[in-house]
């Protein structure tokens, strides 16, 4: 992976003092034009060796660039625990928005790379995480986002020149720190495991560009023009986009008369008298109670997402929830339109802000699900872009477990017929018109296909670690005391679980 | 203060079963009428006694109300150091959004209190501190906001009935800890510090509402009667304030002609030869990259603000600095158009969010003076508005300083024949077109307005602690050198303070 850089390469003073003008003037030209089409994030990756002048092309980017339009973020290699969130949440925290340029020191590769170097981390382990970031970088690309992943690299025999010549500086000494020549001590592993991080992660969409990091005037200038290669390609990419005559919004996909099998054969008739429920509704609240205030939720999460047809009775059986938990402690998430910031992030961002810190709870009314729904069957996304939210959200789910969280998801299903009966109440009822709106009546009209993207969800997003909770909803009394049981049996169960794993 | 909150009020559980749920509807018709009108957060602060039923009246609001439009964040008394930004910073963070409400528990009040109570801060502190605290809700009573500050009371013996009662309680012993216990042992002086905090800061725009906690149906009735009357209140006056005929944009306010006494009287002519300034510049920015490396920055932030009339060299200059600086630690933010999550704030918010921890820089192209310079001569705000801003800024810059920010502010001056001569020069140049709109035409033909607002803003917020900098600018080279230069001073004396006060 690195034999062509450490073949010397060199560029001369004379050399670089007449390029580095013109390409400098060219970068801020190509960042301007990408700033104004606002389409296309940047983000620029700066990763490896010590010593081979990581930060000194971090600094030059931002010197011949507009640094008021770039976002520089430092990762170290310890991952420091975000209160409990998942391990990619502080990466999202960092994106640059569209037209903007992000650059990330270290980035999520640091991490990985370093754990496995030092022994803290097995192979399998870490080709586990590599493979999580290729598909985080997947994300990426289909978001429209320009990856550029430089790998800056130096022989064992360079970075000790290089290190020697900083400590002799007084002003420079600084810079070379204990840690670096422990990390020189392996340079051997480093390498090799570097070169096994490179291989797996360097895609056709994201592939690394590895830089011979010896001289500073050869490094510069070739990053600077790979940089300057990366952002004209994108502007002329979004210009074209432009140009080309608008796709028109797609016709919804017929119906296949077998789609709405799963719901329509659901059985919705089951019920609960009010006497039963107003006993278990009192039992299940102070379980849960309880279960939330138990000492072991400080190593958990709670995630619970409510989705269904418009009147299913989301808030209310949502609200039975709440009442039995500590306001101090949950947090309840309506999803409508998003707000500008959110627009100029990939999809999922508004949804990873919001995420619970371990001992807290987020309840999502609607959720990312909306993709896979309402922009599915209303056209707002292409179907290229639905079509990938279904992986995207499995791995957004799974990345939660992973650090801990209980992710319930529940579909509130009614029939057509209960949905009328509740809009026509809502009519009726003076206190409950704001409820119902022109926009409620258009998507019953939708109803089919709206079933069909249910049922499509349902099989791609239903995974063993968080399978889709489908509760019958036509009765209300029933639908709450349902989904209270599954809150209250899920948390019981994770925590016992976590508990047996303590012990053994 | 306290007296009437030991009467021993109860109300019969029949009278509560009667009027709950007419308080219920009525609070939740009033968020939504709130939420829909999106004018005024409403900020709810639960402080008191420990056991007065503090989590449990908020838990209530959560019920009663609809729960995804109110925003619950709980304040520990121990102050966390967040990376070292100024005290309120965690509190701006948590502000709710117009029309939304929070539930704020402990709040701003917390701290202060118990770090007198526990003997941490004398008296003078103390005072300080409720003084500022004072300050901040001027503000948010200025920007809209509903503030309601309720204080639980509990008489020290119903203290100890309540929490023996907890014990004994297996479900609920978790709720009393030895530190309540502890507490309960400074109850006098806990209450004579309360009584203090709480007539200091009774104001005519938020007074404090203290409620007997003993009974658990008083209290939750007092607290939602007080709750929906103020919601009330508001809802109306958003609504009399809207039926109101718009006031007419307000004419821009006659020049005195000795206004722009301080800038027509300022030297325009001072230069700098382009060697000298080759020299300057190199020692200067290397001088710059050693200081801002320097150990001791780690407990320093530095915050540098530019202002100018259009083409001053805001930019230009910034990147003079940014170039001696570690692109891992410094920031650049351009102050353009809010965000409608920033609209949805009081005006200082999305700069208090972009405040750096220690360790970092921020640097500011335009910033929070645009209250005082674009908004007040384009009458984007009423008068009243810019004029509260320049005390409101003051004690913002007060705040940073006070966590251990350098803050240095720099009006980079240029007369009007200088402006001239830079947008002919930037129509004439191909790539530098993009920098010069029409709406910088416009902005110059106001030259005079604005020269007036500077003056005033000049006079009213040179401080101590935050002096302007007024740069001749019409030299480029010099003025360069000139903010640099002070960059440099300035921080050196912030460090060399530091120095001498950690030895002493």
Chains 1, 2 share one sequence.
Not at 444 to 460: F, G, L, Q, S
Request: charged share 30%.
């Amino acid at each position: 992976m690195f034999e062509s850089a450490e073949i010397g390469h060199r560029i001369a003073k004379k050399e670089y003092r007449e390029r580095e003008p013109v390409l400098r003037a060219a970068l801020l030209n190509a960042q301007y034009a990408l700033l104004e089409q606002a389409k296309a994030p940047v983000i620029i990756l700066i990763n490896g060796a010590d010593g081979a002048g990581k930060g000194e092309t971090g600094n030059l980017f931002n010197e011949w660039m507009d640094p008021r339009h770039i976002h520089t973020e430092a990762f170290d290699a310890v991952d420091p625990d975000h209160a409990g969130r998942p391990e990619m949440w502080r990466y999202w925290q960092a994106l640059p928005q569209k037209g903007h340029i992000g650059i990330l020191f270290g980035s999520w590769y640091s991490d990985p790379i370093l754990a496995h170097v030092m022994g803290h981390e097995k192979k399998a382990r870490f080709t586990q995480r590599l493979e999580r970031i290729r598909h985080f970088e997947r994300m990426l690309s289909a978001e429209g986002a320009v990856l550029l992943k430089f790998w800056f690299h130096l022989s064992r025999s360079a970075a000790r020149t290089r290190f020697k010549a900083l400590e002799k500086d007084p002003k420079n000494a600084w810079r070379v720190t204990k840690d670096d020549w422990v990390r020189l001590q392996h340079y051997e592993e480093f390498v090799t495991v570097c070169s096994q991080a490179l291989r797996k992660t360097s895609t056709a969409e994201a592939p690394w560009r590895v830089i011979e990091g010896a001289d500073p005037a050869y490094r510069a200038l070739t990053a600077g023009d790979q940089l300057l290669e990366a952002l004209q390609t994108a502007v002329q990419a979004n210009a074209d986009a432009r140009a080309r005559p608008t796709v028109q919004r797609a016709a919804a996909a017929p119906v296949p008369s077998s789609a709405s099998g799963l719901l329509a054969s659901f059985d919705y008739s089951r019920k609960l008298s009010r006497k039963h429920y107003e006993a278990e509704l009192a039992q299940l609240q102070s379980r849960l109670a309880v279960l939330s205030r138990d000492a072991r939720m400080a190593s958990h999460a709670l995630v619970l997402v409510f989705e269904g047809m418009d009147a299913a009775g989301k808030g209310s059986t949502l609200r039975r929830i709440t009442q039995a938990l500590d306001a101090r402690h949950y947090r309840v998430v309506p999803i409508a339109a998003p707000t500008d910031e959110e627009r100029a992030q990939p999809y999922l961002w508004r949804f990873w802000r919001q995420l619970p810190g371990h001992g807290h709870t987020t309840v999502f009314d609607r959720s990312w699900y909306g993709r896979v729904l309402v922009e599915r069957v209303e056209g707002f996304c292409s179907e290229a872009d639905w079509m990938r939210g279904y992986d995207e959200i499995n791995t957004f789910e799974e990345e939660q477990v992973r650090a801990g969280t209980i992710l319930l998801k529940f579909w509130m299903a009614i029939t057509a017929d209960e949905q009328l009966r509740r809009f026509n109440e809502r009519k009726a009822t003076p206190y409950k018109q704001f409820k119902i709106t022109d926009d409620d009546w258009r998507n019953r009209e939708k109803w089919p296909a709206y079933e069909h993207a249910v049922a499509d969800m349902i099989d791609r997003t239903s995974t063993d670690v968080t399978p889709w909770h489908v509760v019958a909803s036509d009765d209300k009394l029933f639908s709450r005391i349902a989904v209270l049981r599954q809150v209250c049996e899920s948390v019981e169960q994770a925590l016992t679980v976590r508990k047996k794993k303590g012990r053994a």
